[in-house]
């Protein structure tokens, strides 16, 4: 289509693979001058501005010139989107040019470039022509009205003129049509007059609220130049209430400083708890076990009456042991259970302190001891089981004692 229309360069979609602004922009200047020459549009695109403007320009022109609507935001692509709303232009001149048979053969390449097809400069002859068709239908339509009446016209017209013309009447219509016209001068005397009365009574409107505007100003200014009474008390408790608050700052830091105290302290002994579960759990464990194996061993011992004995005896001592440190573990795991720490935020007198750290100190101690008896303990097991480990005697072959 382009080479038809007289482009002077070859251009194919393999130049609009890539963006290609400068072809872009080149060929719709070209279809623009084209379109119509006389037009004056900017070819500078040499900043990002330029371009905008100029695709604006183009897009208007087309718009408004040939009704021909462009997307602007794939023109300034300039890739093969761009291609498509170049061919609404090409075509329109394509079409245009095939319809009216201006291509001819023996037309040389020269000659065709300097083709000028001017349809821009049509549009408003075409408008004016359309609205004389619809005038000249109008007319017609009234014209024929009015000849079908004619008949009857035609002779009240011959009447009229065959009648003779009466002087007294005709003075008589133009006395009536000149009262009618001073009529209507006294009304438009009457409504200028109107218009001024109502021009007075808003002039003198506005000086009322101005004046009513100028009394306010200075009755602000008054009340904002009188300090009030109750402003001095109003700051004081202002002051009062900024110390308050700070107050009630620092109490609420404290409380949840201490609330957290708390919550660890509580953690703190849960763990302990738990720990000393634990120890407990293993303690008893390990002395099942340590009771199995010297009932096993007692079993194959009976035949000694001495050693049986001495097995006895430290059987007894060893469950009195385990005894004692079984009550002791639930007394120290009952103790770290049970004591809570209970306090406020307010302070108490100095005898209360005192007594209260005497107290603490001496659950600390109670503490200390019952873990040096647990350690005690411990101790006087180990060299027991030590001894027994020491005093396994051989088994005998024969024996009659089941135990």
Not at 139 to 163: F, M, P, Q
Not at 239 to 267: A, G, I, P, V, W
Not at 279 to 293: D, F, G, I, S, V
């Amino acid at each position: 289509m382009m080479r038809a229309l007289g482009y002077p360069r070859l251009i194919s979609m393999e130049n609009f693979h890539t963006p290609n602004f400068m072809l872009v922009s080149e060929v719709l200047l070209w279809l623009v001058k084209r379109y119509e020459p006389q037009t004056d549009i900017p070819p500078d695109v040499e900043t990002e501005q330029d371009r905008v403007f100029f695709i604006k320009a183009v897009a208007q022109f087309m718009a408004t010139k040939a009704h021909i609507k462009l997307n602007t935001k794939k023109l300034y692509q300039a890739d093969g989107y761009a291609v498509k709303e170049l061919l609404k232009v090409t075509s329109v001149l394509y079409g245009a040019m095939n319809t009216k048979g201006v291509e001819r053969a023996d037309v040389s390449e020269e000659d065709s470039s300097k083709f000028k097809f001017d349809l821009g400069s049509k549009i408003a002859d075409l408008k004016a022509a359309r609205q004389l068709a619809s005038e000249i239908t109008s007319k017609g339509a009234s014209l024929y009205d009015l000849l079908g009446k004619e008949v009857e016209l035609r002779e009240a017209r011959t009447e009229s003129i065959a009648r003779p013309l009466e002087i007294n009447e005709a003075e008589k219509m133009m006395k009536i049509a000149i009262d009618c016209v001073l009529e209507q001068v006294q009304k438009t005397k009457d409504m200028l007059n109107n218009v001024a009365l109502d021009e007075a009574n808003l002039e003198a409107k506005i000086e009322k609220r101005k004046l009513e505007l100028e009394r306010s100003q200075k009755r602000l200014q008054t009340l904002q130049s009188v300090r009030p009474a109750f402003m001095d008390e109003y700051e004081k408790i202002e002051e009062q209430l900024q110390k308050q608050y700070s107050s009630y700052l620092e109490k609420f830091r404290n409380l949840t400083y201490m609330e957290q105290l708390l919550d660890d302290h509580r953690r703190t002994e849960q763990e302990m708890f738990e720990e000393a579960a634990n120890m407990l759990r293993l303690m008893q464990n390990r002395l099942k076990e340590e009771e199995q194996h010297l009932l096993k061993s007692g079993n194959n011992d009976d035949s000694d009456v001495e050693i049986q004995e001495d097995e006895g005896s430290d059987s007894e001592v060893e469950d009195r042991q385990i005894m004692k440190q079984r009550t002791t573990a639930e007394t120290l795991l009952q103790g770290r259970a049970g004591a809570r720490i209970v306090g406020t935020m307010q302070g108490g007198d100095m005898e209360e302190d005192e007594d209260s750290g005497d107290s603490e100190i001496d659950l600390d101690e109670e503490e200390d001891e019952e873990e040096d008896d647990m350690e005690d303990d411990s101790m006087e097991i180990s060299p027991s089981k030590s001894r027994h480990r020491a005093r396994k005697p051989e088994p005998l072959e024969e024996s009659d004692n089941d135990f």
